[in-house]
């Protein structure tokens, strides 16, 4: 069975269709990643998923669950957990404080501080210092080790690379791959094409907040997603 | 020695000034917002206990019934009128006014719904002998119940404090002071946080109105002096840290009771002058932001 599974959704902010139609599965221990241009609509498209930005119809079944109209707060105690665009560390908290909030949910599961510790060794040395005066990269760090400690039964990655060096982004990768690679399911929204292909089973390719391209990673030509990304050709109808 | 006195009974009266202040500043601390309805609130608290005592009860008992009482019913205001406001603050329909309004337009009511019930004379909380209670200390007089308002006040504030620093419950307060959206992507609904945190307000509010109504004379419109006696040790004190409002709270008790050692009319006017004096120099307060750890930012 899917983990996550979501048909025909269509998110709006006022007047603007920033999703319009889009489906998606999501099979367990599988990594997704969902590419697209800026404002092709893929940060609306997990909003949607978490539960931070309800749907105006569509649906979303979490282990065959509907769960489209369940707010954010009680979705992660459900298995979905947002790791958000900026990071969105608690500034005040500690490091170590920043993570604990991720165990709030209490949900059981391989994940806990240690883990979280040896996966990310500088996090670990940070613990007590507070979230607001981290970098942005080990902000990311924190923000993908508090989402782990949830243990969600999906992982939704908005945008990890953006803002960070490059040397930092492959860093942040490496450990999504070892946390993908551990069995954690994971939709990763990217628009560094290069780390998404790094870790990704399947790609779906959004465009005007349309399914353009879906499409297994392994033999992907990169210029095929390029095109799909910017929409110069025209793509194959999405497969149903 | 008359200096001396003035500075004692001032930290004493400090006290007073803490533990009314501390939900003032722990609802600003998690939510931003200033609650208008906080000095008619206490005067509520301690018309309420009143009426318990004359119906009988003893005074402990009193205060045990009226804060459950009152942690409830900040509960239930949060969710019922500050959260929508909050709500639409956020949605910008009516901008970030909405909460404040809202609890003016509580204070008002109150104000005078107390006085049709309970009419605009003043009363007191009878105290028996503890009103007129001394510890001798050298030529000194220490007031019992002054003393005894200090040490809750040092209690609750501390037990407060230990709360949101050590709890999972006060972590996740602080988390929702921070970020109410990241908050709600880890599972904490920040609704019914902010209602916690309201709840636990309106208790040491309600303890404060007692104290309140058992050493001062009080009426309906005594809320309006609560509420500024409150709003002047936050900000003395740092706006949303809660040691802050202790130091606060001694440092209007001291400005008021040296003030009326130097001109007796002048008690009032010297809290004032301090007030204006730490907005000018030290805007952010004596304690600032930061350097306490645990407390609820502002």
């Given at each position: 069975m ?6 025909g959704?269509?998110v709006?902010?006022g007047d603007l ?5 889009v489906?998606?599965?999501l099979?367990?221990?599988?990594t997704l990643?969902v590419?697209?241009a800026n404002g ?6 997990l ?6 930005h309800?749907p ?7 282990d ?5 109209r369940?707010?954010a707060?009680?979705r992660?105690r459900?298995?979905?957990?947002l790791?958000?665009?900026g990071?969105r560390i ?5 490091v170590?404080e920043?993570l604990?909030?991720g ?6 599961g391989?994940?806990d501080l240690?883990a979280?510790?040896d ?6 040395e940070?613990?007590d210092r507070r979230?607001?005066v ?9 923000a993908i080790g508090r989402a782990l ?6 992982l939704?990655?908005?945008?990890a ?5 490059p ?13 993908t690679a551990a069995?954690?399911?994971a939709?990763v929204?990217e628009q ?6 790094r870790v990704?089973?399947?790609v779906q390719?959004?465009?005007g907040?349309?399914?353009v391209l879906e499409?297994p990673?392994?033999?992907l030509?990169r210029?095929?997603v ?7 050709t025209?793509?194959?109808p999405?497969?149903? | 020695?008359?200096?001396l006195?003035?500075?004692v009974?001032?930290?004493?009266l ?6 009314l202040?501390?939900?003032?500043s722990l609802?600003?601390g998690?939510?931003?917002?200033v609650?208008l309805?906080?000095g008619?609130?206490a005067?509520?608290?301690?018309y ?25 019913l ?5 969710r019922g009128?500050?959260?929508?406001a909050l709500?639409?603050?956020r ?5 970030e006014?909405?909460p404040?309004?809202v609890?003016?337009?509580v204070?008002v009511a ?7 019930v309970f009419?605009a004379?003043?009363?007191k ?6 009103a007129?209670a001394?510890?001798?200390l050298?030529q000194l ?8 308002t200090?040490?809750?006040a ?15 419950t006060?972590?996740?307060m ?11 992507m880890?599972?904490v ?6 209602a ?14 007692v104290?309140?109504g058992?050493s001062?004379q009080?009426?309906?419109?005594h ?5 500024l006696?409150?709003f002047?040790?936050v ?5 949303g840290s ?6 606060g709270?001694v440092?209007?008790g001291l400005a008021q009771?040296i003030?009326?050692q130097?001109?007796?009319?002048s008690g009032?006017l ?11 120099v030290r805007?952010g307060?004596?304690?600032?932001r930061?350097?306490t750890?645990?407390?609820v930012?502002?």
């Open positions: 899917n983990v996550l599974e979501a048909t959704l269509e709006r902010y269709t920033a999703v319009d139609g489906a998606l599965t099979a367990e221990g599988e990643a590419l697209g092709a609509g893929k940060s609306t498209l909003a949607a998923l978490a539960g931070t309800l105006t119809s569509g649906s979303v079944l979490l065959g669950e509907p769960v489209t369940v707010p707060h009680r992660v459900r298995g979905i957990a790791v958000p665009e990071r608690f500034g005040s908290l500690t170590e920043n604990l909030m165990r709030y949910p209490k949900r059981p391989p994940w240690r979280v510790y996966m990310f060794p500088q996090v670990a940070m613990r979230g607001s981290l970098s942005g990269g080990q902000q990311q760090a924190v400690l949830a243990n969600p039964r999906v939704l990655l908005d945008e690379s953006l803002g960070l060096a040397t930092v982004v492959t860093q942040i990768y490496d450990a999504v791959r070892r946390i069995g954690t399911t939709l929204v560094d094409l290069d780390q998404a292909l990704a089973d399947r390719c959004l465009l907040g349309r399914t499409a990673a392994a033999g030509d210029d095929t390029a095109d799909a990304y910017f929409g110069i025209h793509p194959p999405p497969p149903r | 020695m008359d200096w006195n003035a500075g009974q001032g930290v004493l400090g006290g007073q000034y803490a533990l202040a501390c939900g003032l609802i600003f998690v939510m931003r917002i609650n309805a906080h008619v609130l005067v509520l608290a301690a309420l206990s009143l009426v318990l005592v004359q119906q009988g009860l003893p005074l402990w008992l009193a205060i045990v019934v009226v804060v459950p009482v009152f942690a409830a900040g509960y239930a205001v949060q009128l500050f959260n929508p709500a639409q603050a949605g910008r329909t009516s901008g006014l909405a404040l309004l609890s003016f337009g204070a109150l104000t005078n719904l107390l006085q049709e009419s004379d003043t009363r909380i009878p105290t028996g002998e503890l007129s001394g510890l001798p050298g007089s220490i007031g019992v119940l002054p003393l005894i200090l040490i809750v040092a209690v609750v504030i501390a037990g407060v404090q230990l709360f949101l620093a050590r709890t999972a006060g972590r996740a602080r988390a929702v002071a921070d970020d109410a959206g990241a908050a709600a880890v599972g609904d920040p609704k019914h946080m902010y916690v945190a309201t709840a636990l307000a309106f208790a040491t509010l309600a303890l404060a109105g104290f309140v058992m001062t009080f009426s309906p419109g809320g309006d002096l609560v509420l006696f409150a002047e040790v900000i003395i004190g740092g706006l809660l040691w802050g409002t202790l130091a709270g440092v209007l009771t003030g009326a130097i001109d007796p009319q009032v010297a809290g004032h002058i301090v007030f204006l004096a730490v907005l000018v805007p307060g004596l304690i600032t930061g350097t750890s645990g407390s930012p502002a």
